[in-house]
T-cell receptor
Framework: AQSVTQLDSHVSVSEGTPVLLRCNYSSSYSPSLFWYVQHPNKGLQLLLK??????LVKGINGFEAEFKKSETSFHLTKPSAHMSDAAEYFCVVSDSGGYQKVTFGTGTKLQVIP | DAGVIQSPRHEVTEMGQEVTLRCKPISGHDYLFWYRQTMMRGLELLIYFNNNVPIDDSGMPEDRFSAKMPNASFSTLKIQPSEPRDSAVYFC??????????FGPGTRLTVL
């Protein structure tokens, strides 16, 4: 069985300061992990994904995430927040082995204060 | 590629009516997924297809919901009869083999 926990439902940062969105996962197999972003009234867009290659994954718009197996974490970071980063972010886990059934976290809403 | 295409983008209907949501996956993708998103329950996987065959429909809430994929480029999600609690945003996504899922823009359904 797989699960994912996003530890914060809301995060507020000032423009230009670092962003940290936390995600912990549980998986029976070697997982694939993803971060998606959803802007208001839009679909979900892939930010980045981890699939057992490099543990530090770089994504679009300056975001990156580090896979830490010992901590079962996959936190999303960005050095400097931009106003356009305000959105909801979803951490997603998928057990490897051919299954396509993924599990979404409950989402973290990021607010960026000017 | 145009990405995943969903229609309509918005649908308002009255309780008891039939609703059909449509999805065109990315060409060449062999998996197709239907999700529902609500404030209360977040994102839920309803059903997914592989090579046009339904693989897992355990997320379909009731018999009022049905989904078909008659060919590789088209899928429908039907609700009959619709109820107010079906109001949500319905997303379609597609992927190639076990790779990343790409989402459509969603259909916002309101059942009055």
């Amino acid at each position: 069985a797989q699960s994912v926990t996003q530890l914060d439902s809301h995060v507020s940062v000032s423009e230009g300061t670092p962003v940290l969105l936390r995600c912990n996962y549980s998986s029976s197999y070697s997982p694939s992990l993803f971060w998606y972003v959803q802007h208001p009234n839009k679909g979900l867009q892939l930010l980045l994904k981890y699939t057992s290659a490099a543990t530090l994954v770089k994504g679009i718009n300056g975001f990156e995430a580090e896979f830490k197996k010992s901590e079962t974490s996959f936190h999303l970071t960005k050095p400097s927040a931009h106003m356009s980063d305000a959105a909801e972010y979803f951490c997603v886990v998928s057990d490897s082995g051919g299954y396509q059934k993924v599990t979404f976290g409950t989402g973290t809403k990021l607010q960026v204060i000017p | 590629d145009a990405g995943v295409i969903q229609s309509p983008r918005h649908e308002v209907t009255e309780m008891g009516q039939e609703v059909t949501l449509r999805c065109k996956p990315i060409s060449g993708h062999d998996y197709l997924f239907w999700y529902r998103q609500t404030m209360m329950r977040g994102l839920e996987l309803l059903i997914y297809f592989n090579n046009n065959v339904p693989i897992d429909d355990s997320g379909m809430p009731e018999d009022r919901f049905s989904a078909k994929m008659p060919n590789a480029s088209f899928s429908t999600l039907k609700i009959q009869p619709s109820e107010p609690r079906d109001s949500a945003v319905y997303f379609c996504a597609s992927s190639f083999e076990t790779d990343t899922q790409y989402f459509g823009p969603g259909t916002r359904l309101t059942v009055l």
